[in-house]
């Protein structure tokens, strides 16, 4: 894993989709998993992530189960376009908070990645992650 993104995966649990696509970043940079070379988590850069968190705080806050948000990455400044969907699905409560899974998918120079975290609203508002 090249240490720009070692040293942003350090810095952003805090927001939404940067914790999902760190965790499988990480899980792969720890299993060895080569195969994730070259996938649009790789050509994420911070103000990317943040467009995606974006985006997924507003599907989970607007869209019923199934509905999807396209997002992409125009504005942030990077030279690699990227693309995708977030849709809510499944809501539920979970310990007094409502809760749904979400499904990001991203695209970058023809790879599709796809994530499918669980988000739960916390009292500030904000969607978060759900530990599993």
């Not at 720009?4 to 990480?26: D, G, I, K, Y």
């Not at 994730?36 to 968190?53: F, S, V, W």
């Not at 869209?63 to 499944?90: A, R, Y």
């Not at 007094?96 to 500030?124: E, I």
Request: aromatic content about 6%; overall charge positive; proline content about 4%.
């Amino acid at each position: 894993m090249p240490t720009a993104h070692r040293a942003f995966a350090r810095a952003s649990f805090t927001t939404f989709a940067a914790a999902a696509l760190v965790a499988v970043s990480t899980a792969a940079s720890a299993a060895n998993l080569g195969f994730l070379n070259n996938t649009p988590i790789t050509y994420m850069k911070q103000r990317d992530l943040q467009a995606l968190n974006n985006a997924a705080q507003t599907a989970l806050n607007t869209k019923q189960d199934g509905e999807s948000l396209d997002w992409d990455n125009k504005g942030t400044g990077n030279t690699v376009p990227i693309n995708g969907t977030v849709t809510p699905q499944d809501t539920f409560e979970s310990g007094g908070l409502k809760c749904r899974k979400v499904t990001l998918v991203a695209h970058a120079k023809g790879q599709t990645q796809t994530w499918m975290p669980v988000a739960c609203k916390a009292s500030d508002g904000k969607w978060k992650l759900k530990k599993q």
